[in-house]
């Protein structure tokens, strides 16, 4: 990682990809100086956000995945595309995989067809095949350690594709959160047994093998920060397009579905501009991402923000977002405590209103 700069392209909303395109592919090839750490051949996993079959802006917005791709595979590396889904969605244990397919999801979601060679299930790699432990001085919360796809071990360069979204459990859903997808089943278990509405986790795992026992050391955050060690060294770029937003609930679209009936719909608000940002420090780019969720969120209509807290009253974690700056959210903090890198020192705005500018930079610099 070098140096902590924020790339943010502002978009005026339209019809026409070709102006998003085009802010990708710029934002993209500015955050890793003109892919200065490809060569040709080398093996680069992208990890998009794909936790269930729902669309944009549940999951990775799907140009974002087709335009990074398609620079890649021109530079002449072989690029793979990655996930598994959450629980509720691909469940697996020692035996196989017990119900659904993360493929499936991605073909459903928008994100691609049936076609596309590149992608991986990391579920179909099976439990002990496709699996390795990790465990460092940097992940004090995981005595025990974690497994993490074997593709993180393939791969030469990762990049990271995540969505900018609030989360009912853990409060947002963005850069950091993303890698849950690289995780086994059973380390996926032992975090959310740190963690609120556990009962909903277990109940998604009905039918396998798998444990939830709490070690009650409350380090559900923690743990979840604790992934990207796994991924450090190899992660070039962390890159949102932030066209939408989920400002209430997530991550999926609704919290309970009861076949067309859905219950706890997420709040999905159009951004004007819209955005395209990225930074190869992980802790620079989760920060500036804090923060436009925090200014999303002020701007709420009342009824949105009481229905959600009446419904997530139980969970201070997701108070913590709005109460608590930027700086000190346990996602930013404990980055920074185990070196994932730091808070931007210069963020680099394209076509982003002054008075937008003015309001992200307080939310980053207030203590």
């Known amino acids: 990682m070098t140096g902590e700069k924020v790339f943010v392209e502002g978009i005026k909303p339209n019809n026409d990809n070709s102006f998003l395109r085009a802010a990708i592919k710029d934002v993209f090839l500015k955050s890793t100086n003109n892919l200065e750490w490809l060569s040709r051949g080398d093996v680069v996993l992208l990890k998009p956000a794909l936790n269930s079959d729902n669309p944009y802006p549940s999951t990775t917005h799907p140009l974002a995945i087709s335009v990074i791709l398609d620079i890649l595979s021109n530079e002449g590396a072989d690029v793979l595309l990655g996930d598994q889904s959450g629980l509720g969605h691909v469940v697996q244990d020692t035996i196989g995989v017990i119900r659904g397919h993360t493929r499936d999801n991605f073909i459903k979601s928008g994100m691609g067809t049936d076609e596309d060679q590149n992608f991986i299930s990391f579920e179909s790699k099976g439990w002990n095949e496709g699996f390795i432990h990790h465990r460092s001085d940097h992940t004090p919360s995981w005595p025990n350690g974690f497994y993490v796809t074997k593709c993180v071990e393939k791969a030469d360069h990762i ?209």
Do not use: C, W
Request: hydrophobic letters at 40%.
């Open 159 to 367: 990049i990271n594709l995540p969505r900018l979204s609030t989360h009912s459990q853990a409060g947002v859903t963005l850069g950091f959160k993303n890698m849950v997808g690289i995780l086994r089943d059973d380390s996926r278990m032992d975090f959310h047994a740190n963690g609120p509405f556990n009962n909903f986790i277990k109940r998604e795992a009905r039918g396998s093998t798998l444990k939830s026992v709490d070690d009650g050391s409350g380090t559900f955050i923690e743990k979840i920060v604790e992934i990207s060690d796994s991924i450090k060294e190899k992660l070039r770029v962390t890159l949102f397009v932030a066209t939408k937003a989920q400002a209430t609930f997530g991550p999926n679209q609704s919290e309970v579905k009861f076949g067309k009936l859905e219950i706890a719909k997420a709040k999905i608000v159009n951004l004007n501009p819209e955005m395209v940002f990225a930074s190869t420090d992980p802790v620079s780019v989760e920060s500036f991402a804090f923060a436009l969720m925090k200014d999303i969120r002020s701007n709420l209509p009342p009824l949105s923000k009481i229905f959600s807290s009446l419904i997530l009253s139980s969970n201070e974690i997701v108070n913590q977002v709005d109460k608590i700056p930027v700086r000190e959210q346990t996602f930013i903090r404990h980055a920074i405590d185990i070196g994932l890198g730091n808070m931007p020192d210069q963020i680099i705005y394209n076509n982003i209103p002054t008075i937008i500018q003015e309001r992200l930079e307080r939310y980053l610099k207030e203590t």
